[in-house]
Nanobody, 129 residues
Framework: QVQVVESGGDLVQAGGSLRLSCTAS????????MGWFRQAPGQEREGVSC????????YYTDSVKGRFTISRDNAKNTLYLQMNSLRPEDTAMYYC??????????????????????WGQGTQVTVSS
């Protein structure tokens, strides 16, 4: 049984930093590309970032480029999202997801919900102004 569990969400002031973590079990972690998504109240869930199964390649949505960094430790079955220079508009529930694909020819596919097979329950990030 596959389990995906996020942690690290918190309340932080604008300009601050947070690191989210996601552990996955029940799958061969280094065979799965991984992604982070977020959903703010009243809005659709959006793709934030994705990383290839090997960890070599990553892709970000424009609004977080230069501020967020995705990484993974395949030995620990753990995915990370380092978030710096946080803004109030980053406030959302953040979700981790695993895809049976190792990477995508078209990078934008990695930011689409339909590309993923397994999802966590989410961790709340709130950025105060």
């Amino acid at each position: 049984q596959v389990q995906v569990v996020e942690s690290g969400g918190d309340l932080v002031q604008a300009g601050g930093s947070l690191r989210l973590s996601c552990t996955a079990s029940g799958l061969t972690f280094d065979h799965y590309a991984m992604g982070w998504f977020r959903q703010a109240p009243g809005q659709e869930r959006e793709g934030v970032s994705c990383i290839s199964a090997s960890g070599v390649s990553a892709y970000y949505t424009d609004s977080v480029k230069g501020r967020f960094t995705i990484s993974r430790d395949n030995a620990k079955n753990t995915l990370y999202l380092q978030m710096n220079s946080l803004r109030p508009e980053d406030t959302a529930m953040y979700y981790c997801a695993a895809s049976s694909r190792r990477w995508w020819f078209r990078l934008l596919e990695g930011l689409l919900e339909g590309a993923y097979n397994y999802w966590g329950q989410g961790t709340q990030v709130t950025v105060s102004s």
